[in-house]
């Protein structure tokens, strides 16, 4: 297996204010990530592509200047909710292959971040 | 637009009894079908999968189905564990040849397994 470690795993913020989340690839080289979110009984839905040293590939209807994703290294991703509002708190998870041309099947998951926005 | 549905959010089951969790799609592209396991305070992690040139794939208690004329595909799980009780979730892509793409997720659902 593989191991994708995500930080934090619950944040509550005031309106306007910033959240970094964090992703770790801990034991393998990560040039792809993947982030996604979940609304409460919605699906996971994919919110943008991170390729690292290059920039994001954000999906249909997400704000790539309001959810800002940094891919500076082989292992680490960071997606940064900018300005957040109340109808920006939800569960944002990440993923990656290992390795990075390797089946769905070989797609590592972080635990999530749960983001309350006040 | 919903294109991969779990209409159950529960399921409960005896344990040593069959749990059967199911799952619609629309997207009649979609040919590579996934079901992810996830824990409290976990991510998600790769359990079964299934392609669409298949009608059934088993490994060990679980068993998907896949009926490409409903559009529609289930996991059995036989006999349930109580460790078994995690969120499901369905997971669906058009592979178009390749081994990988985007997934479309559903909902999940909570399955919780009774001693």
């Known amino acids: 297996g593989a191991v994708v470690s995500q930080h934090p795993s619950r944040v509550i913020c005031k309106s306007g204010t910033s959240v970094k989340i964090e992703c770790r690839s801990l034991d393998f080289q990560a040039t792809t990530m993947f982030w996604y979110r979940q609304f409460p009984k919605q699906s996971l839905m994919l919110m943008a592509t991170s390729n690292e040293g290059s920039k994001a590939t954000y999906e249909q209807g997400v704000e790539k200047d309001k959810f800002l994703i940094n891919h500076a290294s082989l292992t680490l991703s960071t997606l940064t909710v900018t300005s957040a509002h109340p109808e920006d708190s939800s569960f944002y998870i990440c993923?990656?292959?290992?390795?990075?041309?390797?089946?769905?099947?070989?797609?590592?998951f972080g635990s999530g971040t749960q983001l309350s926005v006040l | 637009d919903q294109q991969v549905k779990q209409n159950s959010p529960s399921l409960s089951v005896q344990e040593g009894r069959i749990s059967i969790l199911n799952c619609d799609y629309t997207?009649?592209?979609?040919?590579?079908f996934l079901w992810y396991k996830k824990y409290p305070a976990e991510g998600p992690t790769f359990l079964i999968s299934i392609s669409s040139i298949k009608d059934k794939n088993e490994d060990g208690r679980f068993t998907v189905f896949l009926n490409k004329s409903a559009k529609h595909l289930s996991l059995h799980i036989v006999p349930s564990q109580p460790g078994d009780s995690a969120v499901y979730f369905c997971?669906?892509?058009?592979?178009?040849?390749?081994?990988?793409?985007?997934?479309?997720f559903g909902q999940g659902t909570i399955l919780t397994v009774h001693p």
């Open positions: 997971a669906a892509f058009n592979a178009g040849g390749t081994s990988y793409g985007k997934l479309t």
């Open positions: 997207n009649s592209m979609f040919d590579y």
């Open positions: 993923s990656a292959r290992n390795p990075p041309d390797a089946t769905n099947e070989k797609l590592f």
